[in-house]
């Protein structure tokens, strides 16, 4: 089983930028898809970037497009996360996600990660 340990939260300014980090143990972490998900102030958790497992594929939602990038260092053991150009908007607790099922139907969604960490605040002031 992983575990997942998120960090780099913080205040920024608008225009500013931030590199979240999500370093996993207790699994052979090349094996895990690794997702980012975000939870705004008063709202659901949502999909905010993942990067599957073997292939380094990306995928992102379109509000993060051209201003965000996940990455992979599996000799780490860590996923980043990093945040360009960030905007009020972007304010959310960032959670870091894990998964090696086989079966896979929709990278995007809550429900393909096992493993999740305790979440990194990001604050953006306008």
């Known amino acids: 089983q992983v575990q997942l340990v998120e960090s780099g939260g913080g205040l920024v300014q608008a225009g500013g930028s931030l590199r979240l980090s999500c370093a996993a143990s207790?699994?052979?972490?090349?094996?895990?898809?690794m997702g980012w998900f975000r939870q705004p102030p008063g709202k659901e958790r949502v999909f905010v970037a993942a990067?599957?497992?073997?292939?380094?594929?990306?995928y992102y939602t379109d509000s993060v497009k051209g201003r965000f990038t996940i990455s992979r260092d599996n000799a780490k053991n860590t996923v980043y996360l990093q945040m360009n150009s960030l905007k009020p908007e972007d304010t959310a607790v960032y959670y870091c996600?894990?998964?090696?099922?086989?079966?896979?139907?929709?990278?995007?969604?809550?429900?393909?990660?096992?493993?999740w960490g305790q979440g990194t605040q990001v604050t953006i002031s306008a």
């Open positions: 996600a894990a998964d090696r099922r086989f079966t896979l139907v929709d990278i995007t969604t809550e429900t393909e990660y096992a493993y």
């Open positions: 990067i599957d497992r073997f292939t380094d594929r990306t």
């Open positions: 207790g699994g052979t972490f090349s094996h895990y898809r």
